[in-house]
């Protein structure tokens, strides 16, 4: 059966794709895309390891970074069937049920990522604010409730996607333009009225673009501290303590920012353009932020090394 937007009855599954004109070389491309995904769980999962089991990283700014690596762990099991199933089996079709699934759970993690980001922007802020506060400012408890309170609004922000997809009726087009599924793809593909997907997804991208909007503010107070000291060796220590939540916000917004961009005032950009840089939204801060926070905390550096060395001994 072709893979067409030609169908005059209501369809039960959609159509994913891969890199197009390069359906030839997918199964080449699963290669460093299966290398991705393992170093990116492995990665993850020996954060989360060392911040469970090491005493001396029991600290909130170690918890907030165990938030993250459970958002990237989200965001690389949620996508991972559909990417291997795409370009490793070359079998694109997707149910409706399994794909408004994964829509769930993948803007659910990148909320919560972008959620876990502003936490640790504040974070930063009270470090180097308050220095001798931060222990009683920033408990073991308080931590605790801050993660659940934006884990349950992440879920609740995204919980009517699923079901607001679900009321449209799909009767003409069946392929989405993406490796995964995604509101704002699906919906393009209703023939019914989706005003109030239109609307709830333009609210929740205002959250978002929020959670920007609020690190921009943290890091502007955090410059205001920094300007305001004196030497210049101690305005590199306290920018060096938060470059790695800087390399992290990177790597978060700019796929998704360079994305919106080219879909709002590139519409004649190439389909390959627009999948590339979707993939690398969801490929690249699972892999590059454990990388990146190994590379510049000494604490979580000192206790990989100390473990490699152990089993070499």
Request: charged share 10%; net charge positive.
């Amino acid at each position: 059966m072709s893979i067409s937007n030609t169908s005059e009855v209501e369809i039960s599954t959609f159509f994913l794709i891969g890199i197009p004109g390069m359906e030839h070389a997918h199964v080449w491309i699963s290669i460093p895309i299966c290398l991705i995904y393992l170093f990116s769980i492995l990665g993850n999962c020996i954060i989360l390891f060392f911040i469970k089991t090491e005493a001396s990283l029991h600290e909130p700014m170690y918890y907030f970074l165990s938030m993250l690596a459970l958002s990237d762990l989200g965001l690389s099991i949620s996508s991972l069937p559909t990417m291997l199933r795409i370009f490793l089996l070359n079998a694109p079709g997707i149910s409706s049920d399994a794909c408004l699934a994964q829509e769930f759970f993948i803007h659910g993690f990148s909320v919560m990522e972008s959620s876990v980001l502003f936490i640790m922007s504040v974070d930063c802020f009270i470090a180097i604010n308050s220095p001798l506060r931060y222990a009683s400012i920033l408990t073991g408890t308080r931590v605790i409730k801050i993660g659940l309170v934006f884990a349950g609004k992440s879920i609740l922000l995204v919980l009517p996607f699923p079901f607001i997809l679900k009321r449209l009726k799909y009767c003409y087009k069946s392929l989405l333009s993406h490796s995964y599924c995604l509101h704002q793809d699906v919906m393009k593909l209703a023939c019914s009225d989706n005003k109030v997907n239109i609307i709830y997804g333009f609210f929740v991208a205002l959250t978002a673009m929020l959670d920007l909007a609020c690190i921009s503010v943290s890091y502007m107070l955090i410059l205001k501290i920094v300007f305001g000291i004196a030497s210049r060796k101690g305005r590199l220590k306290v920018l060096n303590t938060c470059i790695s939540h800087i390399c992290a916000v990177l790597i978060f917004y700019v796929p998704i920012i360079t994305l919106a961009v080219v879909h709002r005032f590139a519409n004649n950009a190439s389909p390959v353009i627009r999948v590339i840089i979707a993939d690398t939204f969801l490929l690249i801060p699972p892999l590059m932020n454990p990388i990146v926070y190994s590379v510049k905390s000494q604490h979580i550096r000192n206790r990989i090394f100390g473990k490699l060395c152990e089993k070499q001994s």
